[in-house]
């Protein structure tokens, strides 16, 4: 993930929305207040042209997580829904929009 680079943008766009191509949550708590907008695709391989629909408004924007996002390392590893250290994670299980 560039930082910087997010943070240059959002320095010149009005709007700036942050697009998470992963296969895992990511540490993102220090940034995602600067951000307008994150969107996880998780690894859409072959049907990433369903990301590209969601986007320009072909098809409604749905889904949630499917496991908790961790805030921070220290709550690593989740384990059945439930961070290491008990703290509430950054987004809970089934956190999105349905």
Known sequence: MDIRAIENLKKV???VIVILVTGRPLLI???IDDWDTVVVTWLPG???AGVADVLYGVQPFTGSLP???P???GQLPVVGGKTKDG???LFPR???LR
Request: aromatic share 14%; charged share 15%; net charge negative.
């Open 94 to 96: 089934y956190f999105g």
């Open 87 to 89: 703290t509430p994670p």
């Open 46 to 48: 072959s049907e990433g």
């Open 71 to 73: 805030a921070h390392i």
């Open 13 to 15: 766009c009005v709007r």
């Open 29 to 31: 708590s220090d940034a």
């Open 67 to 69: 496991l908790p996002w």
